[in-house]
């Protein structure tokens, strides 16, 4: 990958824990707008905000990035989020999806949506939940 801004995301996010959430924060523009299947908001401390709430709920957060492809001020990245429970520790989970990015004339993150199943990735593997997630699944199925 090519392009320093890119680099740079990939970095701070492979490096991602509560100590380096300003390293992580540094990368946005003051009004950057961040989406995902659980959050829309906008600015810098809502943004950060989203990760503290992440480092509350789940154990041992890392990223792994499999792709990255950037034209102009836009890039798309693959990843695989892994992580294991708070509540059940010793069990690691994983989450695969994607990210567009694009970014301002100063090189910032100005928008930042992620894009994973919530269904497939969270709801499937809860007991109850998922029990019926995959027979709707199954009924729904061609």
Same mark, same amino acid.
């Given at each position: ?18 100590? +380096? ?37 789940? +154990? ?19 990843? +695989? ?17 994607? +990210? ?43």
């Amino acid at each position: 990958m090519q392009d320093a801004r890119v680099r740079r995301v990939i970095a701070a996010y492979a490096l991602l824990s509560p100590a +380096t959430l300003e390293d992580v924060e540094a990368l946005y523009a003051a009004d950057a707008r961040f989406k995902d299947p659980f959050n829309e908001v906008q600015g810098r401390t809502a943004v950060r905000a989203i990760f503290e709430h992440m480092f509350r709920q789940v +154990t041992a957060p890392r990223f792994v990035f499999h792709e990255a492809v950037a034209q102009g001020d836009i890039a798309f990245l693959s990843w +695989t989020l892994h992580y294991r429970s708070s509540a059940r520790a010793a069990d690691e989970h994983a989450i695969r999806g994607s +990210t567009e990015l694009r970014f301002d004339a100063q090189g910032l993150v100005a928008w930042h949506r992620d894009y994973w199943d919530a269904a497939e990735e969270l709801y499937e593997k809860l007991p109850l939940l998922g029990a019926l997630m995959r027979a709707l699944k199954r009924r729904l199925r061609a």
